[in-house]
């Protein structure tokens, strides 16, 4: 039994890791609270991505459409990125963004904390960057 959940904690710390270095790679925030309030200061929407590390998809966006030099272009120039572990993360973030469904996007306005776009499972990055130009347009009128 012992080896069992040491072999469960090693795993767990091993999958948040890889979390971890994505953020780091990627500029991303780990943490939602710090990166509102760097989006309030900056006057740019939040892009959340919750991600787990054991779901394929969700790897798959992150180095086909997040790590792409397009996507990470736009992400700096017009959001301020947040990656979350759905599992790992509970209680970090608010309830309402939290999914079973992975990965999911979810872009916030960081005064009103409104959800302005959700966007459930893998997007290919030229599918992402039109997406992020809806979410833009949308987040210009709405501010008008």
């Known amino acids: 039994m012992k080896i069992f959940i040491t ?6 710390f091993c999958n ?6 994505f953020a780091s790679e990627v500029g991303y925030f780990r943490d939602y ?3 509102l309030k760097i989006a ?16 394929p998809w969700c790897k798959k ?3 086909k459409a997040l790590k792409s030099p397009l996507i990470r272009k736009r992400v700096k120039q017009y959001f301020i990125p947040v990656v979350i572990d759905n599992k790992r993360d509970i209680g970090k973030y608010p309830k309402e963004f939290h999914t079973k469904l992975l990965p999911t996007v979810y872009f916030i306005n960081q005064n009103t904390g409104e959800k302005i776009l959700r966007v459930l499972g893998y997007s290919r990055k030229t599918t992402f960057s039109n997406t992020m130009d ?3 347009k949308t987040y ?5």
């Open 7 to 12: 072999l469960l904690l090693l795993i767990t």
């Open 16 to 21: 948040a890791a890889k979390i971890d270095k």
């Open 33 to 35: 609270y710090s990166a």
């Open 40 to 55: 309030k200061e900056q006057n740019k929407p939040v892009m959340l991505v919750v991600v787990g590390d054991y779901c």
């Open 61 to 63: 966006f992150e180095r």
């Open 134 to 136: 809806e979410v833009i």
């Open 140 to 144: 210009k009128k709405k501010k008008l």
